[in-house]
């Protein structure tokens, strides 16, 4: 695979012609024909303000043509191997216990069901559906539930923010926390935006998903609702 960088477009194109654009860029940056090209996708989107009569979308793009080798010694050119993130079923007779389902609880509890461990998630809010409702009392009424509200519940803080997905750190987990948000309803652009966001509607879709499919992978989620004494 190769990845080419610094592509440069200017921002006001009609955004319907941005694949057909990148091709074209790719042919002229490779020297090819457009048959050549096996196939590409974004790696990476920012915007470049500097000139603020000539704003520019910068891209970074990985490409598979045949004879990779080739190109190599063209400048912005490098090769690239996509990085697996690899699951290894482990055997174990004793239930992990996951305390919260805020991000970092749904992903644990999603690796350990993947792996094969059965988790059990505990939390002291509501699932997300429900949660939605006691927010929107609150909001409209004022009426605070203390165990299920904006900070506490399935999705945690973050599920009623704008949902920024920002890092400072480059870690190969962070492809598949993006592939899990994107299969579980966000936006695909999210993988390769510089200042990527999901926002609240579709976020209270995406941790409702994403427990769905860990009930398919085998996690009996036990999401404890102090409230109602319940398990979902």
Known sequence: MLRISNIKLRAD???????????????????????????????????????????QLVYSVDVEVKNEKLYLGINNVSSFEPLEYVIKKTKKITRPVVVGSGPAGLFCALVLA?????????????????????????????????????????????????????????????PKVFNELIEAGAPAEIAYLSKPHIGTDILITVCRNIRKKNRTTRWRSAFRNKNEGTYY
């Open 13 to 55: 194109f009609d955004p319907s012609k941005e694949q057909e654009l990148l091709v074209k860029k790719i042919q002229k940056v490779l020297k090819v024909k457009q048959d050549k090209i096996l196939s590409f996708s974004i790696s990476k989107k920012s915007i470049d303000a500097r000139e603020k009569h000539n704003v």
């Open 114 to 174: 993947e792996h094969g461990l059965n988790p059990i998630v505990v939390e002291q809010g509501m699932d997300v559906d429900k949660r939605k409702v006691a927010v929107e009392r609150f909001w409209k009424y004022g009426e605070l539930d203390t165990n299920s509200n904006v900070q506490f519940g399935e999705g945690g803080a973050g599920t009623f923010s704008d949902g920024k997905l920002t890092t400072g750190i480059k870690n190969t987990r962070i």
